[in-house]
């Protein structure tokens, strides 16, 4: 079923580059600005994701040594920055540091020349995008605990040389997978090139595909050429990201939980407590009091003074008919349609491929070599061409169901990998006593497995809902005319120069991400075990 | 009456075949082990009985049916065979609680509620679990988890009962308890029972006939005692740990090796074997010294001790050799 909808997605957009001759490739290929554009998005993932990596590690290496219930909250400090869309941290960024920011009114000085480049890009999506490191790192070590470190000190080792011939290769698989993933993340990013790197000419490979799309003429084969190398792109870095998971996780998951004590120093946890303030300020608190400050000021050009503070954005937002409060119902009822048919699809897909193995394994096999998630652009090209053809006698085009189709495109696979995983960990005996006591098929999954997962099938649709109210890039190029949802009203509201209002809904989203991601997490930690 | 009878079982998975033309009758109300080393197709052939797998050829009749008859063409699903099933990772339901576990099999027959309850109340009773009847089963030991998994395979009153290790995920002591308790329940009840287990303890314990297992066929059957007193070769004899292997010369017979065993041979000045004792431990309630004579190593048990590096005689009775082949 799933694969129908992935294939559909894939040979549609080789098949406009079969249709249309092979030789468009290569021109297309060697036409400077898309080769430019590609050189821009993997100069720009690559350091992205250095960034990213030297931020988090050095916390990860702190944070091994806090006691649990300082580093659970710094843990939560740091989940904060997956709640703030990577469109809504730019824009965020723009107001405190472009000319007149809030930066600028409260100390004086302003970075514009600095966040309109290279440099600026680069900061603020290693800022949204570091976390995920963090936890990845700082998880890898808790579990190689202090136990290899105490060794290598007992055979005679400094504090330098165990961090560097132990903990590092230990912790660096960890490192490196959660790095490429960040690499992927970055390259399919649509919202911070867009909002930043115009301003400056910067073009990556996924605002050069909008362009093409946005810009009469219309150039289709460019784009399908764009999307390919960025399928291809996102598929090596994931394969690569899998390979060392696969090669390098049991042998450092076998030996048990021994963590680090935490340090007792005073001037070290002075500096770990430093750090961290320094990096959450930066990193949370500043775009989130941007975001909150501007969504309660009248106008821009007010500043930041008392009598330009009002609840008018709110009101502006949640006036009937207004084309806000339309925009969020339309997400919720797409997010909400999306989560309910991902969560049942899943589950389906789960049971036919590990419980009846003759049809699954090899289907398993494909699923798992392909990407979490197909590149946002590439989904939104593959479903325009696919649709826009002029054979199909009804298509969902311009219509909200493409739009509702693009969401399960791109967010299918996390239902279906956090199933069917789930369901690989019940083991089979679950079943088998079911059926020797006299139960039939439809009767294990519906009093066995259907109970047992609804847990995980609940987190997954949770998930599923948040990504899909914020979603932007397929939502832009999608919405029937006329139509709009949370994020393209926020984006469009940048566009029309009425920030505020933009900031009040971006508000919103952020806040709603939050209960409903802490609602999934709540129902995900309750599953049986 | 047979309550069991397989007939030419063959199952292969690919190229290996796991299981080769098995033949096994298991009499009414007796309770069989299948013993082996891991990997021997025990586990599989259980399956095939309960109907997880079906065999590439061959037929199993159980209760007075046709289970299974590959010519024919005919393969009961295991819901339809009526069996009762206790699994090694005891199988027990997490989101049900300890009655509902026990229920499920009553409810698949679409008992009345009333009868279900009582016939709940009944089995919980009968394992020793009725103040826990509410209570999901993470909240239960090893041991009740295993009796609440008994609970529910016996719930439907079957005549046939498969065990897949029951004991083996179970510490010591009360393995030992947990093996009494299913033997005296089963015989109670008169069921038919076939159980799986690599562990020859846990077959001693349980069972009234053992069929010994290797690389997929049936290598010896018969009663513990029997079996272990005399096994056919030298791998079964190795495989149950029967006793102390010894070339036959040592005692001018022709067979290369003989089995001796291990309360067959006493320290005694009068013996005509001499040997080295290397180790010595005390064990329950009696010394057990590793001896070694000729270069071959005996297993011995005395009721005094003796120290390692004594030079000891050793007597045998030899009513107790036995020649293997193989």
């Known amino acids: 079923m799933i694969a129908i909808i992935l294939f559909a997605v894939f040979p549609k957009i080789n098949e406009l580059s079969l249709t249309a001759p092979f030789s468009l490739l290569i021109p297309n290929l060697t036409d400077p600005r898309l080769s430019g554009a590609i050189a821009n998005s993997l100069m720009l993932s690559a350091s992205v994701t250095a960034v990213a990596a030297l931020t988090a590690l050095p916390l990860s290496l702190l944070r091994a040594r806090m006691s649990k219930r300082q580093g659970q909250f710094w843990d939560v400090c740091f989940l904060i920055p997956f709640l703030i869309p990577p469109y809504i941290g730019s824009l965020a960024w723009m107001q405190l540091l472009q000319r007149n920011g809030f930066i600028e009114q409260l100390f004086g000085f302003h970075a514009g020349a600095m966040l309109y480049s290279f440099t600026g890009i680069t900061l603020v999506m290693a800022l949204n995008l570091f976390p995920l490191i963090y936890f990845s790192a700082s998880r890898s070590l808790m579990v190689i ?37 960040v690499f992927i993340l970055t390259i399919e990013e649509f919202g911070t090139p867009e909002i930043l790197g115009r301003r400056f000419g910067f073009e990556v490979m996924v605002t050069a595909v909008h362009d093409k799309f946005t810009n009469w003429p219309v150039d289709l084969a460019g784009a399908s050429v764009l999307c390919c190398v960025l399928i291809l792109l996102a598929f090596l870095a994931y394969r690569g990201q899998q390979m060392i998971v696969a090669v390098y996780q049991t042998q450092v998951d076998a030996n048990g939980f021994a963590t680090a004590e935490p340090s007792t120093s005073v001037l070290l946890r002075l500096l770990t ?31 930041l003074d008392r009598d330009n503070f009002s609840l008018r954005n709110m009101q502006t937002v949640f006036a009937p008919g207004s084309d806000a409060i339309n925009a969020i119902l339309t997400s919720l009822s797409l997010a909400i349609a999306a989560a309910l048919l991902t969560a049942l699809i899943g589950f389906l897909v789960a049971f036919t491929l590990v419980r009846l193995p003759s049809r699954g394994t090899a289907m398993l096999d494909f699923l798992s070599i392909l990407p979490n998630s197909i590149p946002g652009m590439a989904v939104a090209v593959g479903l325009i061409l696919t649709w826009n053809l002029p054979f199909w006698p009804v298509t969902p085009y311009n219509t909200l169901l493409i739009l509702l189709l693009a969401y399960l495109c791109l967010m299918l696979p996390y239902p279906i990998r956090m199933l069917t995983t789930a369901l690989r960990q019940l083991p089979t005996s679950l079943d088998h006593a079911a059926y020797v006591a006299g139960a039939n098929e439809i009767t294990v999954v519906r009093r066995i497995l259907a109970p047992l997962l609804a847990p995980v099938a609940f987190a997954a649709g949770f998930i599923v809902f948040a ?63 | 009456m047979n309550s069991l009878n397989l007939h030419g079982i063959q199952k292969s998975f690919g190229q290996t075949d796991v299981l080769v033309d098995i033949d096994l009758t298991v009499e009414a109300g007796t309770f069989v082990t299948l013993l082996g080393p891991s990997g021997c197709g025990k586990t599989t052939l259980l399956r095939i009985i309960a109907g997880l797998d079906a065999p590439d050829s061959g037929t199993v009749h159980g209760r007075g049916m046709t ?87 016996l719930a439907g009153k079957p005549s046939l009962m498969l065990f897949d290790e029951p004991l083996s995920n179970l510490d010591a002591n009360l393995r030992e308890e947990l093996g009494y308790e299913i033997r005296r329940l089963t015989r109670e009840l008169g069921l038919t029972c076939i159980n799986v287990t690599h562990d020859r303890r846990e077959a001693q314990l349980l069972s009234d006939s053992i069929a010994l297992m290797k690389d997929g066929r049936i290598h010896q059957v018969g009663p513990p005692d029997t079996l272990f007193q005399n096994p056919i070769d030298v791998w079964a004899a190795t495989f149950l740990d029967a006793g102390n292997l010894l070339p036959g010369a040592l005692f001018g017979l022709d067979t290369p090796t003989v089995l001796v065993g291990r309360s067959a041979a006493t320290v005694d000045p009068t013996g005509t074997l001499h040997g080295l004792v290397t180790a010595t431990l005390y064990i329950d309630d009696r010394y057990e010294s590793l001896i070694q004579v000729e270069g071959h190593q005996l297993k011995v048990f005395t009721a005094t001790r003796l120290n390692p590096g004594e030079l000891v005689c050793l007597m045998i009775d030899t009513r107790s050799v036995r020649s293997l082949s193989g």
């Open chain 2, 67 to 153: 289970f299974v008859d590959t010519q024919a063409g005919i393969f009961i699903p295991p819901q339809a065979r009526e069996l009762g099933y206790v699994f090694q990772d005891y199988g027990l339901w997490p989101h049900l609680t300890v009655a509902e576990n026990v229920a499920f099999p009553l409810q698949m027959r679409a008992m009345a509620k009333a009868d279900i309850r009582e016939r709940v109340t009944e089995v919980l009773g009968a394992v020793q679990l009725l103040n826990h009847a509410d209570k999901r089963p993470e909240k239960l030991s090893g041991g009740q988890k295993q009796r609440v998994s008994i609970a529910r395979a």
């Open chain 1, 145 to 181: 605990g202090s136990r290899y470190g105490d060794i290598a000190r007992v055979c005679g080792a400094n504090p330098l040389s165990t961090f560097f011939r132990i903990d590092l290769p230990l912790v660096l698989p960890a490192l490196v997978s959660s790095g490429l993933i």
């Open chain 1, 467 to 529: 990504i899909s109210t914020r979603e932007l890039v397929t939502s832009l190029m999608l919405s029937p005319p006329g139509v709009e949802t949370v994020a393209t009203f926020v984006f469009r509201q940048f566009d029309q120069g009425s920030m505020n209002v933009g900031m009040a809904m971006s508000l919103l989203t952020i806040l709603l991400s939050a209960v409903v991601i802490g609602a999934g997490q709540r129902l995900a930690g309750r599953t049986f075990r």
């Open chain 1, 273 to 303: 407590v430093g750090v961290f303030a320094l990096v959450a300020i930066i990193a949370v608190a500043l775009p989130l009091a941007s975001v909150t400050a501007s969504a309660f000021m009248d106008t821009m050009s007010g500043g």
